[in-house]
Every structure is written in C-alpha cells, then in structure tokens.
C-alpha cells in the first residue's frame, strides 16, 4: 500500500475523497495529511488529515484531527500505523479529535484499537443561517457606527500590522496560522475592524469555505464592553447579506469565553451537533532513533487553543 502526502499541488486528485472543505486545509502552515493507496489503485482507501497546536509550554505540542476516513480495516490498520509514526516524529505529546457522529465502524474500530478513547459530546461549532444572525442582531441597538470599516477598506500595511498585534498578543480566534494566512483568504467585503484614533479595537474576521458556508475566523475586541462585538458582529452580517443568500449556514466555534459568551446572548437555544470525540496520550522517542522515511521537516510546526 502507498502513502501519499498530501500537498496544495495534489489534493485536488483527492477532493472527491476528502471534500472540498478538508481540501481547503490542506497547504496551510501547521496542517498534515496523507492518503493511502492500494497497489493497482488510484482511489484512495484512507486518508487523514491533522493540524499540530502548541500548548502551554513551548515543547507541548499536540495534534488534532481534522478528518479520518478508511474504507476497509486492513486500509484502516495501515493508516492508524502511519499517522502513529507521523505524530511521533512531530513529538507530539497527545493526539486529540472531534469528528461527526456518521464517523463509520471501521475508522470507530481502528481509533479504538489505536488506543483513542470515544464519547459522544456536543460539538463546540454550532450552525445558524444568515437570516437568523441577522434577525438576532436586530434586537441589539443600532450598531450603526463610521468607526467600523469593512476589511476592504484596510491598507496592506495597517492589515499586516493589525494581525501582528493580534499575533503578539496571542489573539488568533481559531486560526493558529493567522500570521501566515494571505489577506485572500478572509473575505474583505465581509470582514470589518473597530478603529478610533488609529488604534484597532475590535475586528471579526471571516471567510466562505469551498462548501459555501461562512466561518468566524476571529472575533476579538480590546475592551470588556460586550456591546462593541455586538456592534462589529452586526456591521459584518450586514454586509453580508449584500453578498450571500440567507440561508447560507454562518458557522461559529464558541472556542473560547468571549465567543461562547456571544453566542449564549444571540442565541441561547442553539445547541452544537453531536460529534465523536477523544485522545490519547503519544510515546515521545527518547533518541533520535527513528524511522524517517515519510519525516519532512516542512511539515511540523506550532500553536495550540484549546476549548
């Protein structure tokens, strides 16, 4: 069976295998993957694809994944073995993921027999459609402000210098590649930042997944007044729905207080799908004496959030 990485050049061959939306991850600076493929094959039988985070401590590194698919448990066997080599290689000090609960038996079976753990939770993502962001919004003041600019509007030098600080500060919503992301890949139009005396003191940051589905990228302000992400947060759907259908799903991931705090207030009803989660602990090699034949150094790197 052959393993293939998976780069920006070749996952397009794949996309049918992975989806558009893992496809898009792919070639982002601290996110892995690889297919495999059975001798006289040119279909995939597995794949996975994982993002390594940096924790607390500077070696604390941690891998999540991002997607799991196998066809077969022989397939399933081979892939579970790779990846195991792949993260210790990365010096990973636990592997971690939350996945659908429609994850099949085979990759169920071979997380299990890998050593993962599995429960059943609620994911920390919850699903709303423009329409209802922007009904919600409505019942919170006017928002109207010049302050609020779209992302558009930004000089590439005041965008690079707004997402240093942001970098700096430790501040990258789910993003732990923000320092790295092209301005592209936001959508400018969407996207607006708080500005008052030069200073940037809110910004949510967007972006449109090949699915079509809107994701919060970032939402961050510099003050503890609730009411200014609720401002921002409403000049962004606002100019949102210039540009999508209300029904287009707005995905947010209530990762951390100030964005789980939003959404209770805007939506307290709404609750995440059901998702398979679990971990499980990496042996880290002790010497350098280590199979290297899939390692590529290009590949690992940092940052780590967690929920």
Known sequence: MQKTGLTKENVHDYIDFLSMDIAECIGREFTCGFVCIKEGEDRPSAGIVWELKQGDDELDIKSHILFIRALDEESANVLMDEYTESALLAECGYSYYSLPNTLGGVEINAL?????????????????????????????????????????????????????????????????????????????????????????????????????????????????????????????????????????????????????????????????????????KENIPQSEEIDTRFYNEEEWDEDFEEY
């Not at 919170?140 to 005041?158: T, V």
């Not at 759907?237 to 805007?266: G, N, W």
């Open 112 to 280: 299990k027999k890998a050593g993962f753990s599995l429960e059943e939770k609620e994911s920390s993502v919850i699903s709303v459609s423009l329409s209802e962001v922007i009904k919600r919004l409505l019942k919170h003041g006017d928002g109207q402000y010049d302050n609020i600019k779209p992302l558009s509007q930004a000089e590439d030098r005041f965008f690079s210098s707004m997402i240093a600080k942001l970098e700096f500060e430790g501040n990258h919503g789910i993003c732990d590649d923000l320092l790295f992301l092209p301005r592209e890949f936001f959508d400018n139009d969407v996207s607006c930042y708080y500005e008052d005396d030069e200073e940037v003191y809110a910004i949510v940051l967007v972006h449109e997944k090949p699915s079509g589905k809107i994701v919060l990228d970032l939402l961050h302000s510099h003050d503890e007044d609730p009411n200014t992400l609720i401002r921002i947060m409403k000049k962004t759907v606002m100019l949102a729905e210039a540009k999508y259908d209300p029904a287009t799903e707005f995905l947010i991931d209530r990762h951390d207080k100030r964005s789980l705090l939003m959404c209770q207030k805007l939506f307290p009803k709404k609750t995440g799908e059901k998702v398979y989660e679990g971990m499980r």
